[in-house]
C-alpha cells in the first residue's frame, strides 16, 4: 500500500503543511477511499461475471457486451472518484504547495528509475 504523502513529516515540513491542512486531505482521503472500495468490489463482482460468462457454452455476444459494458461503467466510476479526491486535496494546497510538491514528485520519480511508471499523487490532475 502506497504511504499517504500528507503524513510524511519530511514532505510536511517541506510543504509547510499546516495540521488543519492535513486533517483536512486525511478527511477527504477517508471519504473518497471508502467510495473507491465500494466501487472496487463491484468492479470485481463485474469483472468475475464477465469472466464466467466468456467461459460459458450458452452466451451470446450481447450478453458479454453488455456485462463488458457493466465492467467499463464501473471503471469509469473508479477513475472519476479519484480524480475528484484528487482535485480536493489539491485544492487544500496553496499555489506554492502545489508547486512543491510536484517538485517532490519529479524528483522521486527520477529515484525510482527509467522504465517505472511514476507513482502518482495529486499533482497528477
Do not use: Y
Amino acid at each position: 500500500q502506497r504511504s499517504k504523502w500528507w503524513q510524511d513529516e519530511k514532505i510536511k515540513a517541506d510543504l509547510r503543511l499546516a495540521p488543519e491542512q492535513t486533517a483536512r486531505i486525511e478527511e477527504i482521503f477517508e471519504t473518497a477511499f471508502a467510495k473507491m472500495k465500494d466501487i472496487f468490489d463491484d468492479l470485481g463482482r463485474r469483472e468475475e461475471q464477465l469472466s464466467n460468462l466468456i467461459s460459458g457454452n450458452d452466451v451470446t455476444e450481447a450478453q458479454v457486451l453488455k456485462q463488458a459494458d457493466q465492467v467499463e461503467a464501473a471503471r469509469s466510476s473508479m477513475s472519476k472518484a479519484r480524480t475528484l479526491m484528487l482535485f480536493r486535496m489539491r485544492r487544500v494546497l496553496s499555489a506554492d504547495q502545489r508547486a512543491k510538491l510536484a517538485e517532490i514528485q519529479k524528483a522521486h520519480d527520477r529515484e525510482r528509475g527509467p522504465g517505472r511508471p511514476p507513482e502518482r499523487t495529486p499533482t497528477d490532475r
